[in-house]
């Protein structure tokens, strides 16, 4: 009776193990884990990606509660405005730049590369940028004439030095925008819009340490206008993933592109077959 009892027992667990298996090792298909993860498809493993939740979502959200206010200040509506939006810096530090590094590590965690450079960088640049804002870290401070150091802001030293982080920002995203090709079609518009973004906002600073005050706003504003889009755009992205998170009946459509433009591994695969 007991050896009866002893099978049965041996016989469920293995039914229920043979389910565990079943459900952990369901495949992703590429257009999924691209939407998912905002990278193509990659073998990593373990099963990491079935023990941890996506970082996606809350590294993009971090980004965007920092860009979309930021771009209205430049934009100057409703009275807003101020050296880089300084109202908001509490967000640049803990929204922008925590979220995005914590964000960053854990895609690295999950092996993809891609993502996890993206948010570590923008990461970087939001603490750089909110430091720059707070006077307590002397970024203005040290160009100022006199005891003050809000006169700082008034040298067109500092805003050409400045103007070139946002240079090599431009130069940053174009090489994001050239990866990204192989994501999907909202995120590398992203990428080409910021191009622009960061050329106009550097412009607008070195127009600033000019004295062109006209160039500067225009060239601000159209720096701003971009930004804008570049956050709908992103509040799009965000919002089809917490849809996805939460098992919603209809997925927001992207343009996939990891699988109309191949790989490189694809690639030599498919001439391996025909060899």
Same mark, same amino acid.
């Given at each position: 009776?007991?050896?009866?009892?002893?099978?049965?027992?041996?016989?469920?667990?293995?039914?229920?193990?043979?389910?565990?298996?079943?459900?952990?090792?369901?495949?992703?298909?590429?257009?999924?884990?691209?939407?998912?993860?905002?990278?193509?498809?990659?073998?990593?493993?373990?099963?990491?990606?079935?023990?941890?939740?996506?970082?996606?979502?809350?590294?993009? !959200? *971090?980004?965007? %509660?920092? @860009?979309?206010?930021?771009?209205?200040? #430049? +934009?100057?509506?409703? =009275?807003?405005? &101020?050296?880089? !939006? *300084?109202?908001? %810096?509490? @967000?640049?530090?803990?929204?922008?730049? #925590? +979220?995005?590094?914590? =964000?960053?590590? &854990?895609?690295?965690?999950?092996?993809?590369?891609?993502?996890?450079?993206?948010?570590?960088?923008?990461?970087?640049?939001?603490?750089?940028? &909110?430091?720059?804002?707070?006077?307590?870290?002397?970024?203005?401070?040290?160009?100022?004439?006199?005891?003050?150091?809000?006169?700082?802001?008034?040298?067109?030293?500092?805003?050409?030095?400045?103007?070139?982080?946002?240079?090599?920002?431009?130069?940053?995203?174009?090489?994001?925008?050239?990866?990204?090709?192989?994501?999907?079609?909202?995120?590398?518009?992203?990428?080409?819009?910021?191009?622009?973004?960061?050329?106009?906002?550097?412009?607008?600073?070195?127009?600033?340490?000019?004295?062109?005050?006209?160039?500067?706003?225009?060239?601000?504003?159209?720096?701003?206008?971009?930004?804008?889009?570049?956050?709908?755009?992103?509040?799009?992205?965000?919002?089809?993933?917490?849809?996805?998170?939460?098992?919603?009946?209809?997925?927001?459509?992207?343009?996939?592109?990891?699988?109309?433009?191949?790989?490189?591994?694809?690639?030599?695969?498919?001439?391996?077959?025909?060899?």
């Amino acid at each position: 009776m007991s050896s009866d009892n002893s099978k049965v027992n041996t016989e469920l667990r293995d039914e229920v193990l043979d389910r565990i298996q079943t459900t952990t090792s369901i495949a992703i298909s590429p257009e999924l884990f691209e939407q998912l993860y905002l990278s193509p498809q990659n073998r990593v493993k373990g099963q990491l990606r079935q023990t941890f939740g996506n970082p996606t979502p809350l590294a993009l !959200g *971090g980004f965007l %509660v920092c @860009t979309t206010p930021l771009s209205m200040a #430049l +934009l100057g509506w409703q =009275g807003s405005g &101020g050296f880089g !939006g *300084g109202a908001n %810096v509490g @967000t640049y530090f803990f929204l922008g730049g #925590l +979220l995005l590094l914590l =964000g960053g590590i &854990g895609e690295w965690i999950l092996g993809n590369t891609f993502p996890s450079t993206v948010f570590c960088l923008f990461g970087g640049f939001w603490f750089s940028f &909110g430091a720059t804002i707070v006077p307590g870290y002397g970024a203005y401070g040290l160009y100022s004439t006199s005891d003050s150091v809000s006169e700082g802001l008034s040298e067109g030293q500092f805003y050409s030095t400045f103007a070139f982080f946002l240079v090599s920002m431009a130069v940053l995203v174009a090489v994001f925008a050239i990866a990204s090709i192989r994501t999907n079609m909202v995120f590398f518009t992203i990428f080409v819009l910021l191009i622009p973004c960061f050329s106009c906002l550097a412009a607008a600073f070195f127009a600033v340490s000019k004295g062109e005050a006209s160039k500067a706003t225009t060239y601000q504003h159209v720096g701003a206008a971009l930004l804008l889009i570049v956050s709908l755009l992103g509040w799009y992205i965000f919002l089809a993933l917490i849809l996805l998170s939460v098992d919603f009946p209809f997925v927001l459509p992207l343009g996939d592109l990891s699988t109309v433009i191949p790989g490189l591994t694809n690639r030599q695969k498919q001439d391996d077959e025909k060899v």
